[in-house]
């Protein structure tokens, strides 16, 4: 027989997704218990931990041990007893020493539904297996006929049928268990149980569907260790049973102004975040459901405080938005990106307070427009919605949307459709805002985002266009001085992407070709952490340059020529990333690729 230490010794392995937290009452959780469940349909998992009353007449040292006498009394709520346990645990500690004493005081001990609960553990916490499966889904799935059958019969009489939606309830808590054991997901599922699980979102009690939204959320987290394959089994028969159309459902009939049901849609986006690490389910929620239009909605509504499910709602907007082209496109001609700018305008004059909710709402709207904009038609509506002169009096006002506002113009500039918000920039005077920070010292993001604006700008605006000479007069005046900036940057990025080189050349020396070639991937991880792209766009803007003007080219080769050095690094690091370009790929930008080839020319 088990001891009580092995029953309970295996921890909660920490978690690095979001948990849902309690704004009103730090002390309530809701995540559903692991195993037990207090059979109260309206507790909902909830532990509330009561507050401390003050610090008043605190006595130093600690304190004295009750009398025997007052053991249990003077406790109107009778929660604690001379340990200073609860009652429940008194219960289960006397319980597990009456398994030890047979089976006569088994059947002499209390059954409250605590020691019921703690008994099943009890008995199959050393052997959870398909035989285990097969008798809960047999018990589920008898809770869940008598809980409809009492339903039906006393409908008018709710007293009737509590008791089994109680028994119901602990019974999808008791699902939990199986977290620790994905392995029997597959069993689970072939019994039935997923799809019977799913039905319960329609249920009449809500809290009895938010109760199993909470498990699948639970079962399908990030967080327990599930083989894909046992993941896509039981994710494919939730699907199958449309869980899809049943959660949105449930956000329609769900009231925040309920503590329980803020809970409950917490937990439904908690169950999108998890369905959207496969990007065929996160296209099929922008199509086959309603959840971007309810997203974007959700994002806009006003309220003193931004709480923890509108901020929770702008990470999974942004979540569908990144995980499918095809959600872009729908988000894109509904206007969204419009309407994420003007939520996004008062930012450009205050600041969300540091660590808070409101700082992350700002960062996952950023990020919703950020992906938007690697799509022409997200660039147009970027364009029409007067989101360039947004970001440029961002820059100028310098809150903490000015590094935000620097990565929206570096993706809305880029690639082969960036030409008009090129042009857009240079017409609403931000090559003045752009090139003030330039010459600033600067973190390795922002480097990274400067160059990469001013290649763009390189690369799209017109030739002899205005906006192009008025680029060009930037680096040539002050006496080259942008020039020079730009020198100095790459000659610091090369230092720390040579010194990774090294690094690599010295683990290459030590395997052999097969071994190296498993490693490729991680070492152009490590270079490009080092700068590898920042040192790449510094030298296109170094090659445009030296192309389009002679005295550029001369206050180049003179920089380089104070370290020994020529053009032919520049030109070096330009065919390292022309031969990088998969010529099979079809999404590789063809004009780019040219554009490369034509200024390595230029460099001989």
Known sequence: MASIDDLFKKPYAPSNKRKLEDAHNPGAVYKATKVYANGNVKSNGQTVVEEDQGDDDVEAGPALPPDEAEDGIGDEEGRFFGGGITSDTADAINYI????????????????IYVTELTNHYKTAEKVDASWVRKLALNF????????????????????????????????KGLSILTDHPDLYREFAKLGCVSSLVSLLAHENTDIAIGAIEIINELTDEDVEAEQEQWDVLVDTMLEADLLSLLYDNVSRLDEANESDRAGLYHILGVIENLSSRTAIAESLGKDTSFIPWLLKRVQQKAPVVSQNKQYSAEILGILLQSSSANRLRFVETDGIDILLQLLSPYRKRDPAKGTEEEEYMENLFDSVTCCLDDSNGKTKFLEAEGIELCLIMLREGKMSKPRALRLLDHALGGPDGAAC????????GLKAIFSIFMKKLDNQTTEHLLGILSSLLRSLPANSAGRIRLLAKFVEKDYEKIGRTMKIRREVAAKVAAVDHD?????SRLSAEEGDDRADEWLSRRMDAGLYSLQTADVVIAWLVAEDEGARERVKGVL????????????????????????AEDRDVVFQDMLATLVEHLQ
């Open 97 to 112: 020493d009456t398994l030890d004493k047979g089976e006569d005081a088994v059947r002499t001990s209390r059954p409250t």
């Open 141 to 172: 799935e008898r809770k869940i006929s008598k809980n409809g059958e009492l339903r039906a019969k006393f409908e008018d009489d709710p007293q009737k049928f509590m008791g089994s939606e109680a028994d119901l309830d602990a019974d999808i």
């Open 422 to 429: 090129c042009q857009k920039l240079v017409e609403a005077a």
């Open 504 to 508: 690599i050349q010295r683990e290459k």
């Open 561 to 584: 020529g104070e370290r020994d050095e020529s053009l032919e690094i520049v030109r070096a690091t330009l065919q390292e990333q022309l031969k990088s370009i998969d010529d099979t």
